[in-house]
């Protein structure tokens, strides 16, 4: 059937080769042409999968993975005895031997034969600077891979998938291998899901950290699809794509390459912050974000600096947009965007500028969300869309880590400095890479200093534009709530300069320095603690993650699946019967944090008779307040007085993620007081 049905190698290749080896547009007109002419023979061997022995050699490993070193056959295909000592990937003291799983594309592989490995961003157009990016390896030997045996052979063609031992030292994950210095590497390698459970570990003796940080070297070496990472606590995370993944991954952590008793904590759910937001009146919502009065004030410690923040929730579509073109804006925004997206448009076939989609794109989601707010009043509408312009042309930057959901907006122009306090103006740099604003206007008006203000008091206004990002970064990456990101949030921040006196300024420039600190840290502190208090002002709420989950279960299962679901604080979307059987599906949206053992459950109630299926589909705001006190006298009637209310799930979640981290919460220490119940109670 495999045969049947799977084209074989040499046309296969004829149409994978745009997507392997994609046509590089090369602007440089100083190249050398003898590495152009061979790189191109090179790929056009790939492409008619040529297998004679003069053809470049050309193979792509995909994953490596780990072979206990007694399994690996003693002896060779001529009767040789084999070395069976540990290659140096296994570092000499491990049991485990790694092998290198490769496809042959081009020529011949011999055993003993020296190759080059690429990584991925490897350019045989600039050698000099790119040798950290290309080793040169001995193939010790190669095997097919027989079912669980390994035949060893003494060559390969193109079209073969073997097994390498040799290149653990070389290669981490996945590389290219050639016979030649002038070939391009292959596309990296493309997951359909990201792994998204995680789990923080550590040894249970202490003393075992050396053999734990090995091990997590050799899974992550493993694994192919095992992130391994170290938290801003310095706890060592391990993520996986599920609790099946996860459960094998500790397993061979214990029994084959750490082989120590470890301690694994609960698993760990990312949360983001944002604030309450009405998305019914969005020209209101405008309206307030330019020229509101309510806005945080927070002076530096020196009292130079006043800094005052307005934010405003950004409408869901400009989020969803923004989240899902992180990586395109990071190449946009970081500055290579002339290389990065010529490659990107000439690997996906596509003529269309990606700046100007994503442009588009952001427009159509500002759009969307005005018509859905003023569906029948076009007068409104199109003041609306007016105002949003005009913001969108004052894109300061993007956060968190530069190409986040979150936009800081530079101050209105509109704003006048005085003698006294001169206003850090920024500049629109995101709004220009993204097209919104044309270069040229506004180059010559940064450098223009305004009428009665001192030169120096504007120079240092300036040099504090990094400072107000810098703070702003911070601020997104950890929100108030419970040091989570933050998500779908604009800030306007307006930072006034105070000037000092002339004779007095280098006294007193010192003797602040020394006694709060550098005053570009003062700012970035300030802007800092001024955005995180501006959203707890305006009503702060948890958004977590939401898994798409379809559900098959028969008739006489069904109510037990609801009250599995139930339990989980599901929210079913629809239901329907399946025709021709008596199975019924269910479509649902289960919360990420509540998924954890979801499927042994759903087993255990309906005896094995339901299944489910789980995809991550989108980020979704807790509607309950964190921080909720009942006031009013039907709010007290249903939750009680301040003292007896109980603590809502976002509360629960934020006191969980808190505690977790090391964070302050609220927490009655003695809970039942059986001698304090017993004193008299005089009144």
Known sequence: MVVKCIPDPISAQSYRISRLLPKREILDNDVDCNVLTEADFVRKSVEVCNSSPEAPCVAFVSKMFAVPIKMLPQRGSNGEILDNYADKGGNGESEECFLAFARIFSGVLYSGQRVFVLSALYDPLKVESMQKHIQEAELQSLYLMMGQGLKPVASAKAGNVVAIRGLGQQILKSATLSSTRNCWPFSSMVFQVSPTLRVAIEPSDPADMGALMKGLRLLNRADPFVEVSVSSRGENVLAAAGEVHLERCIKDLKERFAKVSLEVSPPLVSYKETIEGDTSNPLQNVKLLSGSSDYFEKTTPNGRCVVRVQVMKLPFTVTKVLDECADLLGIIIGGQANKSLETQRSSSGEDDNPIEALRKRIMDAVEDHISAGN????????????????????IWALGPRQIGPNILFKPDDKQIDTESSVLVRGSAHVSERLGFVDNSDDGDAAEEIPPGVNRASFVEAQSLESSIVSGFQLATASGPLCDEP????????????????????????????????????????????????????????????????????????????????????????????QEGSALFTVHAYLPVSESFGFADELRKETSGAASALLALSHWEELPEDPFFVPETAEEKEEHGDGSSVLHNTARKLMDAVRERKGLPVEKKVVEHGAKQRTLARKV
């Open 375 to 394: 569906e029948n009043d076009q007068y409104r509408m199109e003041k609306c869309k007016a105002k949003w312009q005009k913001l969108l042309r004052r």
């Open 486 to 577: 933050m998500w779908g949030l604009a800030f306007i921040v307006e930072a006034y300069i105070s000037s000092v006196a002339g004779k007095y300024v280098d006294s007193e420039t010192s003797q602040q320095s020394e006694q709060h600190g550098i005053f570009s840290g003062q700012v970035m502190t300030a802007v800092k603690d001024a955005c995180r208090q501006a959203v707890l002002k305006k009503k702060p709420r948890l958004v977590e993650a939401m898994y798409f989950c379809e559900l098959n279960t028969p008739v006489d299962s069904l109510s037990k699946m609801y009250g599995v679901v139930s339990r989980r604080r599901a929210r079913v979307l629809k239901e329907e019967m």
